[in-house]
């Protein structure tokens, strides 16, 4: 698969909520990031697919997914840049939330090896409950 279609097979896995899916793309040796921010302790740096895979079910508890959109992609060689949208709503309050947010993907013999995420971290902090509060900063 070239890694157009990789990171395509990854959003599309990750719309239906499917997180074998979508971890299915990624090295073991994954690294993920959201940059620093001390309003949210998901923030920073985890190291392997398990690792990912426990921030992104702690944002499930917090939240209720509605939709995901890439509304662009490019692709340069190992690289993969997108702007997304997620539609989702807090589980604490109940407000609906538009998050906005750019991904930068490295790849290596076909498999991610890099995400790093850009979100509104201040926002989903202030509409998160208990759950987003269970992992340690990195």
Known sequence: ??????????YKAYKARDLDGTL???????????PYDATNPLCGCCHGRDAMAERLMAL?????????????????????AARITMTLSSKKSGAPLINRGAHFWRFENGKAVELIEHYDTALLATHAGDACHMLPAA
Do not use: C
């Open 24 to 34: 299915a793309q990624m090295s073991e040796n994954m690294r993920y990031e959201w």
């Open 60 to 80: 499930g508890a917090d939240f209720e997914f509605h939709n995901f959109e890439v509304d662009d992609l490019i692709v340069v060689g190992d690289r993969a």
């Open 1 to 10: 698969m070239s890694v157009k279609e990789t990171v395509e097979a990854i």
